[in-house]
Each structure stands twice: as structure tokens, then as C-alpha cells.
């Protein structure tokens, strides 16, 4: 008994597989840009060879860029809470059919201000006090933003280097304090922000310097007070019969308890009592025509790193 089985015929048309837009993956270089920023776009897909696909990139009525594999396109960024949207034509090759795809791309900015929490900086000093070793330093992240009424109202995710810190990340975590690594010459820091409903997406990156605290010397009037702005140099002449001098440790992390300091000061070589005010020190030139090598150094020692010493060396 012969069974005959008939077999469905299908034209080259009918079997043809087309892409869909979910297919096309975008990255966007960088990932968040910003505004004024040159940003290249990259398309790709496991679903076609992108390579030998007719693609077409067009940015409102216009043809921006149109080739055969053309996967890829830059561009400057507009400003800030302005939008510019691709629309991308894609043909796989020996295909009939295409897709478009549409790119959004919205420039976001965000600010990074920081500072350090207990570096010294004497009255009236008006810049901030830069990180030394083992500072405490604080990051204020400061969304700039039309679209989200409060900055509050973010996720903010905290990386120190290449590590993210979960502890400080989450929603509404717009600040981050660290104590920085006294090995390191400088800190890495770097914070994503998004709002909950997608439409700000912001990135941002700073080099924190860490720099050795300095000890800057002025004269103190008995009238006048400190006088701040005018820091004492080598061989600056003293003529009063007695004259007090203050030592200030400019950008010193001084955390913890003040007596944990020492203050050992040095006169011509020779160690002398710590004075009453362990940073002022108060000459009488004996004789005239010679100089006064003072000296001291200020120091934790409970840490490794809380230290900084001056030299000054006055003419009498």
C-alpha cells in the first residue's frame, strides 16, 4: 500500500525571518553623557549580521550617515534637559524587510563638591581645606535637573576607586564621607544618579589630590591679634624686645582629642617646654645681629600619618 504525503510548499518570501527592534541592542559611549559631551553611538545584534546590513541614521527629516555595516555614529551632545532622538533604519542583508529604531539621547549633568571634614584651616582663611592623610573627606553629589523635583528623590550609587559602596549607595544618599587611604596620593571617586522613573541619568567622576600638611608661621600683636595677612619668611627681621610667634597646621587632619597631640618646639637645635598656647611661641632676642632657628612639630600619636613640622629662621 503506497501512502502519498503532501508536503507544504513555501516561497523564499514566506520563510524570510525578519529582525525585530528588540534585537538591536544600543551603548551609548559614555553611558551617561553629558552636556556638550562627544558621544558615540554603537548598535549591535545576535539576531543579524549587522556588518552587511543596509543602515540608515537619521536625526529629525535628515540623513546624518546611510552604508552597508555603518554600526556606528558620534556626535556632540545638546544641552542640558534637551533631548536628540535617532531614528535608525536597519536592512538585513538579502532581506525585504527592515526596522527602525528609535535612540534617545538626554544629556544630564551632575556636580561633585567636596572637602575635608577636619583639615585645618586658621580663621579668615577663605578657600577649603585640602585632604592629607588619613582626612575624613566629604562628597556632595548636586543633581542639575528639571525633571526630578528633588534631588532627594534619586539613586545614588557611591564607587571609591573601582569598588562600589554599598553602604553609602541607595535612595536619597546624595553624600558620601570616607577616610582616605594614607598611601594614596590622590582618591577616585565616582557617582551614578537616576531618578526612579528613568528620565535623568547622570555620571560623574572626580580626582581628589592628597597633600602633605604645612605649617605656616605669623607674628602675633599684642593689639592686633594674629596677624594673618602677612605669613612670616626666612630671616624676616624682629625688632620688638619680645615678639610671640604662632604656628598654624595648615590642612592637618586633627580628629580626635586635642590632647592627643604633642606640640614639641625647638629653639636653635635645643628642645624647650611646650608653651601654655602649644601653638604660640614667645621670643626675647637676648643680642642682636644674630637669628633664631625655631622649630616644632605637631603630631598624633595614636596614628601614623597626623604629623607635620616647620622651620623658621628669624633675624634678631
Same mark, same amino acid.
Given at each position: 500500500m503506497l501512502f502519498l504525503v503532501s508536503m507544504p510548499?513555501?516561497?523564499?518570501?514566506?520563510?524570510? &525571518?525578519?529582525?525585530q527592534e528588540s534585537d538591536i541592542n544600543i551603548d551609548t559611549i559614555p553611558e551617561n553623557p553629558e552636556p556638550y559631551q562627544d558621544v558615540t553611538i554603537n548598535i549591535t545584534s545576535y539576531a543579524t549580521d549587522?556588518?552587511? =546590513?543596509?543602515?540608515?541614521?537619521?536625526?529629525?527629516?535628515?540623513?546624518?550617515?546611510a552604508g552597508?555595516?555603518?554600526?556606528?555614529?558620534?556626535?556632540? =551632545?545638546?544641552?542640558?534637559?534637551?533631548?536628540?532622538?535617532f531614528s535608525v533604519g536597519?536592512? !538585513? =542583508?538579502?532581506?525585504?524587510?527592515?526596522?527602525t529604531k528609535q535612540i534617545v539621547i538626554s544629556p544630564s549633568e551632575i556636580e561633585l563638591l567636596w572637602e575635608s571634614v577636619d583639615g585645618y584651616t586658621p580663621p579668615f582663611y577663605k578657600g577649603r581645606s585640602f585632604a592629607s592623610a588619613e582626612s575624613l573627606i566629604k562628597v556632595v553629589a548636586i543633581p542639575n535637573t528639571n525633571t526630578v523635583k528633588s534631588n532627594k528623590n534619586i539613586v545614588y550609587t557611591w564607587k571609591n576607586g573601582d569598588k562600589t559602596v554599598q553602604g553609602a549607595s541607595g535612595y536619597?544618599?546624595?553624600?558620601? &564621607?570616607?577616610a582616605n587611604n594614607e598611601l594614596n596620593k590622590s582618591e577616585e571617586i565616582t557617582v551614578s544618579a537616576s531618578s526612579v522613573?528613568?528620565?535623568?541619568? =547622570?555620571?560623574?567622576?572626580?580626582? &581628589? !589630590?592628597?597633600?602633605? !600638611?604645612k605649617i605656616v608661621f605669623y607674628k602675633k600683636s599684642p593689639t592686633e591679634g594674629t596677624q594673618y595677612n602677612n605669613a612670616l619668611s626666612d630671616e624676616t627681621f624682629i625688632s620688638e624686645d619680645e615678639a610671640t610667634v604662632v604656628a598654624e597646621p595648615y590642612f592637618l587632619a586633627l580628629r580626635g582629642n586635642e590632647d592627643e597631640f604633642t606640640y614639641n618646639w625647638q629653639i636653635n637645635g635645643e628642645e624647650i617646654g611646650t608653651p601654655s598656647r602649644k601653638t604660640e611661641l614667645t621670643i626675647r632676642p637676648s643680642d642682636r645681629g644674630g637669628y633664631a632657628n625655631i622649630g616644632v612639630v605637631i603630631e598624633n600619636l595614636n596614628t601614623f600619618f597626623q604629623k607635620v613640622s616647620g622651620q623658621l629662621k628669624l633675624t634678631l
Open positions: 510548499m513555501f516561497s523564499k518570501a514566506s520563510v524570510e &525571518i525578519g529582525i549587522l556588518n552587511k =546590513a543596509m543602515i540608515q541614521w537619521q536625526l529629525g527629516k535628515n540623513t546624518v550617515l552597508v555595516g555603518k554600526t556606528s555614529y558620534s556626535f556632540k =551632545a545638546s544641552s542640558p534637559s534637551t533631548s536628540t532622538v536597519i536592512t !538585513p =542583508a538579502g532581506s525585504t524587510s527592515s526596522i536619597g544618599k546624595d553624600s558620601y &564621607i570616607f522613573d528613568g528620565s535623568y541619568n =547622570a555620571t560623574k567622576t572626580i580626582t &581628589i !589630590p592628597i597633600v602633605s !600638611p
